[in-house]
């Protein structure tokens, strides 16, 4: 069931899931307003022309950093990755849903691909997909809104939250925005 307005604060209240910093105006019927962060990483497409997912690739994606007034222009069909701002977490009994805003997706901007799941137990800046799907460049910026998020109780709590032992759990507490880790399933 997901969570409304009200139940969100008492969850925050009771640690059970956790929004830093927390402020009720970002606090939507039954969701939380999350905001872009500065730091981006956009493809390296002057050094590469694959990506072959069994490998690492060190420069594969470029850091920038973007801010409220000089903001970053996404070409159409660019992709980029960037965290929001707030650190949220879900303790073993919730699970945290990441969604679009409907303002920006009816522009063509795309925040998530497919990587929108917090699982119980993890704490995180979560991590954005962004991909801009209109013919024309859009400008977004540091601090914005970009994102909600919406969340969930399962029906007990769960034997093995994110990053236990055998998880393979790759993200786990991730701060700052990083690449795909993928190429580690294949190092076994």
């Not at 969570?3 to 925050?12: A, F, G, Q, R, S």
């Not at 039954?30 to 072959?52: G, P, Q, R, V, W």
């Not at 801009?132 to 769960?158: R, T, V, W």
Request: proline share 4%; hydrophobic share 35%; aromatic share 8%.
């Amino acid at each position: 069931m997901i969570l409304c307005d009200k139940t969100i604060k008492e969850k925050i209240k009771s640690g059970e899931i956790s929004i830093e910093p927390f402020s009720e105006e970002f606090v939507q019927p039954a969701s939380y307003d999350l905001h872009l962060d500065k730091n981006i990483l956009a493809f390296n497409t002057e050094k590469h022309s694959l990506i072959d997912v069994r490998n690492q690739v060190e420069d594969l994606m470029i850091k920038y950093e973007i801010d409220e007034e000089t903001g970053y222009t996404l070409k159409p069909g660019e992709f980029i990755l960037a965290n929001v701002s707030e650190i949220t977490g879900v303790d073993d009994r919730h699970v945290g849903r990441l969604e679009g805003k409907s303002s920006l997706a009816r522009l063509g901007l795309i925040i998530h691909a497919t990587a929108g799941f917090q699982d119980p137990g993890n704490k995180l800046r979560l991590t954005l997909e962004i991909a801009n799907l209109s013919p024309l460049p859009i400008k977004i910026y540091a601090g914005m809104k970009i994102a909600q998020i919406a969340f969930e109780q399962i029906d007990d709590h769960c034997e093995r939250p994110y990053g236990s032992a055998g998880l393979n759990s790759k993200y786990k507490g991730d701060m700052t925005v990083s690449a795909s880790k993928m190429w580690k399933n294949f190092s076994k």
